[in-house]
């Protein structure tokens, strides 16, 4: 299942799992409120073998004038997915950001650098990595594109 599928990245990832013969499931937010646990269990019953969660509010200037709601979406979604994943054994891919590191300093970004957001954006998206922080959850930082 790959949430956030009719965004940039998203769109690209679906054709290319369907092109490779995967069946993927990607609901439209219309389609499914993420943030209803009992629904996304439901929808993960039909075979999801995977989720790659990419739906976020990625705007930053938005995020900064709208923290509720960019906490609602990045973090309380979040939580939800990977506690449905947890239930149900499931692994999870979440995509996070670069922004969830200071960025003050000229240098290449590793793995071990302490996080230290500086905007809301970046902060809700390192809540969202704490939050889904599971045995197979895999969290990818920096430019994906």
């Known amino acids: 299942m790959v949430t956030g599928g009719s965004g940039r990245i998203g769109r690209r990832l679906c054709e290319r799992l369907l092109e490779n013969g995967y069946d993927v499931l990607s609901p439209e937010a219309w389609e499914l409120d993420l943030d209803d646990a ?18 976020a509010m990625t705007n930053v200037d938005e995020c900064e004038r709208e923290p509720s709601l960019a906490f609602y979406v990045n973090v309380a979604i979040t939580t939800t997915l990977a506690r449905a994943c947890k ?22 970004l590793a793995e071990r650098d302490r996080c230290n957001p500086i905007q809301i954006y970046g902060g809700t998206k390192y809540q ?11 969290t990818l930082n920096g430019p994906l594109a």
């Open 38 to 55: 009992a629904k996304v269990r439901k929808w993960m019953a039909k075979g999801v073998v995977g989720v790659v969660h990419l739906a």
């Open 87 to 108: 239930e149900l054994k499931l692994p999870m891919m979440l995509a996070s950001t670069s922004f969830v590191f200071e960025g003050t300093e000229n240098k290449r």
């Open 128 to 138: 969202a990595e704490l939050k889904a922080f599971l045995p197979a959850t895999l």
